[in-house]
């Protein structure tokens, strides 16, 4: 043997050597090694759920403020967007006119009843004549005619003197409710009449409304899903999320449903009542209506990391016993309901299977990442439980 050969032969035998002090392979060493995934046993439950609807806040009375007489306007006595009580002054018209007005009424009633009078004098004459046979009766009866005529008169000129005065009165323009003042739509100076723009607004704000709407194929599902017992409804319990995705401080009541749905969206309007003490809500907003006390008797429900999408839908990897004793991961087509303890766009929450999953059956709750192909080996560990421990090495020979 040539001496250069002799180093490489003395490479391979250690080589070899090496390898033989190795354990033998293993079966199904050609397998990646199990993936370290946390799993949740399915069992169904009574889950209290949530349904959630787009709508918009609006003040529960809102009348626009207008004169009701033709006059310059004198003074605004509100501060916009101010609060209000009912009765308070908010405008002050030019009232001249309508004092003469009143002034002239007032002469026409004294004119009457000074007729009413002479009229009355003339008819108690002419039925003294009348008794005599000085006059005859048909000019008893133009007296009488002539009495009753100026009497109507004289109620005539009372109505038309109450109705100057009326109208004097509207000279004061007062808040016909309690609520916040809007923008003032005219000035002082400006003339206003009853047929021309309105002066302000005025918006009840205490309660305040949220007005919602729930199409019809929902609304069947629903009433479909109570009528089978698959859905308590329970107690309604209102809830706003506003729109920075806060929670508002407060629950309402569902005060209007309509019976009859919006030709125009084919859905069902909806209206929720607030008490906005604190008066944070205003009208105008854009919020998520939660409508809550609702449950499921006997639903499936998994955490919202467990769900995916793919190609044909939404899954979960269900850890299955596979060959040799090994457990596998394999995916499983589900269909969700409900959202359920929490927010969609958070970590908390769960979703309501409706279909897919049993009673318990092992949903791969955490690890899914480290699943790169359907029936993969995986090391499933219970939710809650502790890791499983590696096996200890064994100790070295002495």
């Not at 050609?30 to 609807?53: C, I, K």
């Not at 969609?344 to 949903?363: E, F, Q, S």
């Not at 790169?372 to 809650?384: D, K």
Request: net charge neutral; glycine share 10%; with cysteine.
């Amino acid at each position: 043997m040539p001496r250069r050969a002799t180093p490489i032969v003395l490479s391979l035998i250690a080589l070899l050597a090496a390898c033989g002090k190795q354990d033998a392979p293993q079966p199904g060493s050609g397998m990646p090694p199990p993936a370290a995934v946390t799993v949740e046993t399915v069992a169904s439950h009574a889950v209290p759920v949530d349904f959630e609807y787009v709508g918009r806040l609006e003040a529960s009375r809102e009348v626009e403020i207008r004169p009701r007489v033709s006059a310059i306007i004198e003074r605004r006595h509100f501060e916009e967007g101010a609060p209000v009580k009912a009765g308070a002054l908010l405008y002050t018209l030019d009232s001249a006119s309508l004092a003469a007005q009143v002034r002239a009424a007032q002469a026409s009633l004294a004119n009457t009843e000074a007729q009413y009078k002479e009229a009355q004098l003339e008819y108690a004459r002419h039925e003294k004549l009348a008794a005599q046979g000085f006059v005859s009766q048909r000019a008893l009866d133009a007296a009488k005619a002539a009495l009753d005529v100026t009497q109507a008169g004289v109620k005539s000129a009372e109505a038309g003197l109450a109705d100057a005065r009326i109208s004097r009165g509207y000279a004061e323009i007062r808040a016909p409710i309690a609520g916040v003042m809007g923008r003032a739509l005219q000035v002082e100076g400006a003339l206003v009449g009853p047929t021309g723009p309105a002066l302000t607004t005025l918006a009840q704000t205490k309660p305040i409304y949220a007005r919602f709407s729930i199409g019809e194929d929902e609304r069947l599902a629903l009433e479909r899903q109570i009528a089978e017992g698959a859905l308590n409804p329970g107690k309604r319990k209102i809830g706003l999320v506003l729109a920075d995705g806060t929670r508002a401080d407060t629950e309402g009541k569902l005060n209007f449903s309509d019976y009859k749905a919006n030709p125009e969206t084919g859905a069902f309007d909806m209206r929720a009542e607030f008490a906005n003490a604190d008066s944070r809500l205003k009208p105008g907003q854009f919020v998520r209506v939660i409508v809550g006390g609702g449950s499921l008797p006997d639903a499936v429900t998994v955490p919202q990391a467990a769900v995916m999408e793919g190609p044909t839908g939404k899954f979960v990897y269900v850890a299955t016993p596979g060959e040799k004793g090994m457990t596998v991961a394999l995916p499983r087509p589900v269909e969700v309901g409900q959202w359920t303890g929490g927010e969609p766009d958070r970590t908390a929450g769960r979703w309501v299977i409706r279909k897919g999953l049993a009673a318990g059956d092992r949903v791969i709750v955490d690890g899914m990442a480290r699943i790169f192909f359907p029936g993969m080996p995986v090391a499933a560990t219970e939710a809650g439980a502790a890791p499983a421990q590696p096996a200890a090495p064994p100790a070295a020979a002495k």
